[in-house]
């Protein structure tokens, strides 16, 4: 999608809201505050935005990147001219109470509030806290910059508003599985982390490096389904790179050997 959203463009749909206009009927399809308004951008989005524009967080909004059930994502520019990713969480609860498992049984957040946007803005600030532990100690994942509500700002892995292929878009090697193992077992054992939905979808091959992302259902290694969540991880690189045709050892012994020289 080709379009740009400024503190200005935010204003004027504000004003919009603010009026009870019927904005189905009233916005012509073509015009900024339609693109505004399309699918992700309801009142409490755009406050946020707004806030994130004023605080000179976010410059401007260039389209959208990527979108999916649960979340979109924007490409953003700085005031300093720097790209960043703005992942805006889809206010629709029910796709979240699917994941009460990511996060209940994990001791970082306790007395949960299942109520609909409160949940959505406990996964984004989950997300920015996944993600800073991993940044911590250098694996390479998104630079998490701010999380505001249902707005999480990251760095942005790509190149002029395209991303870096996924595993699944581009060849891989026998490397590739080998650092991909490294990175697993480290992030399990210097930040105690378990990515828990780690697939070729979410992982970036930029050249020959690997970047994890997409953190929200990670868990702490304490998390009472830690374990499966790992195997499941290890089990899906292992089907797909099997089925690159590169050999990979049983997911099971791998598992074993993760776990066992924890300390």
Known sequence: ??????????????????????????????????QVFQDVFNKP??????????????????GIVNSGKESNIFWGVTPEGNDVAIKIYLTVASEFRKRLQYIEGDNRFKNINTNGHKLIELWARK????????????????????????????????????????????????????ELLNLITKLYMQSHLVHSDLSEYNVFKNSKD???FDFGSAVDVSHPMSNDFLLRDLTNLCRFFSKRGITTPDAKSIFTEITENDV
Do not use: C, W
Request: cysteine-free.
């Open 45 to 62: 989005t755009l406050l946020t935005l707004y806030s994130l524009f004023n605080n000179r967080t976010l410059s401007y909004l260039n």
């Open 127 to 178: 997300e920015f806290k996944n993600l800073s532990k991993a940044h911590s100690v250098n694996l390479p994942v998104p630079k998490p910059i701010a999380v505001k509500q249902n707005v999480l700002v990251m760095d942005f892995q790509g190149i002029d508003g395209a991303p870096f292929p996924t595993l699944s878009e581009t060849e891989v090697e026998e490397s590739d599985f080998e």
């Open 1 to 34: 999608m080709s379009f740009q959203i400024d503190n200005r463009a935010i204003k004027k749909a504000l004003n919009k809201v603010n009026n009870s206009e019927k904005l189905n009927r009233s916005l012509k399809k073509r015009s900024e505050d339609y």
């Open 210 to 212: 690997l970047i994890l």
